[in-house]
Nanobody, 126 residues
């Protein structure tokens, strides 16, 4: 079993930055794909970014490319999502997920992940 806990969500003004953390316990993070998703009220869940902890290969959705950076600290069993130049449309609950999957040019869809965190709220508002 792998447990994931997100943290770092907050209220931030447009143009601001936040760093989200996804801390894993129960198993090592090696050889997992870790994905970040978000869901705004009334909207479908959206894939934001993913990283392969074994290959360190990151992918981003077009909506966040150039503004968000995903990274993994295997020793700390933590995956980070550094978010910059935040926009109101970035508002939502952000979830991290882990799956024993591989991927190509795009991140795996949500159903490919086996473990999910409880989410952390990000609100971008003036």
């Amino acid at each position: 079993q792998l447990q994931l806990v997100e943290s770092g969500g907050a209220v931030v003004q447009p143009g601001g930055s936040l760093r989200l953390s996804c801390a894993a316990s129960g198993r090592a993070l090696d050889y997992w794909a870790i994905g970040w998703f978000r869901q705004a009220p009334g909207m479908e869940r959206e894939g934001v970014s993913c990283i392969s902890t074994s290959l360190d290969s990151a992918r981003y959705s077009d909506s966040v490319k150039g503004r968000f950076t995903i990274s993994a600290d295997i020793a700390k069993r933590t995956v980070y999502l550094q978010m910059s130049s935040l926009k109101p449309e970035d508002t939502g609950v952000y979830y991290c997920a882990a799956g024993a999957v591989t991927y190509g040019s795009t991140c795996p869809r949500g159903r490919a992940y086996d473990y999910w965190g409880q989410g952390t709220q990000v609100t971008v508002s003036s």
